[in-house]
T-cell receptor, first 114, second 111 residues
Framework: ETGVTQTPRHLVMGMTNKKSLKCEQHLGHNAMYWYKQSAKKPLELMFVYNFKEQTENNSVPSRFSPECPNSSHLFLHLHTLQPEDSALYLC?????????????FGPGTRLTVL | QKEVEQNSGPLSVPEGAIASLNCTYSDRGSQSFFWYRQYSGKSPELIMFIYSNGDKEDGRFTAQLNKASQYVSLLIRDSQPSDSATYLCAVPNQAGTALIFGKGTTLSVSS
């Protein structure tokens, strides 16, 4: 595996389900990110982890819970989501802080909440 | 909160023409600027970035900064149908920990 991988690529879940998104980066980077991309909206930053410590939570509802066990893995745990949470969820990584270094994106998980 | 504005388009140009994409930013103190390309159904990929100290050329792509008017442009020379995509402009957030993206401009190059 190379670059940034995400699983699953597609996910359909009901509002009462619990599911998790997984991201893994094979680039030796120190920072990882979760972004949400909805139609007609800009990419929205959700969470930032630097050396597996959360450095930013962009006012994300608690039904989204991130976990970063090490610098290579990032999870997004989903619980009691709403239909408006349907979107493309993108993981990214960078060597240093995202403001100065190029961010490399994974292929994304297309989430549909019924 | 910093903001990045882009005309959503679509911008349509014929093959071989120059495509000009613009992005305005709200924070006069922004020091770096990123251009990403996103094909339909795919994730964003970096095309190029520039710092506030000058323009940059990379192959058919040129990024130009106008500090006085607070906008950055991406010029694509000899546009090809394969350039058809959405182009995202981004600047670092206030803390310098991540990027703030514009909505993107959709470019369509016709053969």
């Amino acid at each position: 595996e190379t670059g940034v991988t995400q699983t699953p690529r597609h996910l359909v879940m009901g509002m009462t389900n619990k599911k998790s998104l997984k991201c893994e980066q094979h680039l030796g980077h120190n920072a990882m990110y979760w972004y949400k991309q909805s139609a007609k909206k800009p990419l929205e930053l959700m969470f930032v982890y630097n050396f597996k410590e959360q450095t930013e939570n962009n006012s994300v509802p608690s039904r989204f819970s991130p976990e970063c066990p090490n610098s290579s893995h990032l999870f997004l745990h989903l619980h009691t989501l709403q239909p408006e949470d349907s979107a493309l969820y993108l993981c990214a990584s960078s060597q240093g802080p995202g403001g100065a270094d190029t961010q490399y994106f994974g292929p994304g998980t297309r989430l549909t909440v019924l | 909160q910093k903001e990045v504005e882009q005309n959503s388009g679509p911008l349509s140009v014929p093959e071989g023409a120059i495509a000009s994409l613009n992005c305005t930013y709200s924070d006069r103190g922004s020091q770096s600027f990123f251009w990403y390309r996103q094909y339909s159904g795919k994730s964003p990929e970096l095309i190029m970035f520039i710092y506030s100290n000058g323009d940059k050329e990379d192959g058919r792509f040129t990024a130009q900064l106008n500090k006085a008017s607070q906008y950055v442009s991406l010029l694509i020379r000899d546009s090809q149908p394969s350039d058809s995509a959405t182009y995202l402009c981004a600047v670092p957030n206030q803390a310098g920990t991540a990027l703030i993206f514009g909505k993107g401009t959709t470019l369509s190059v016709s053969s």
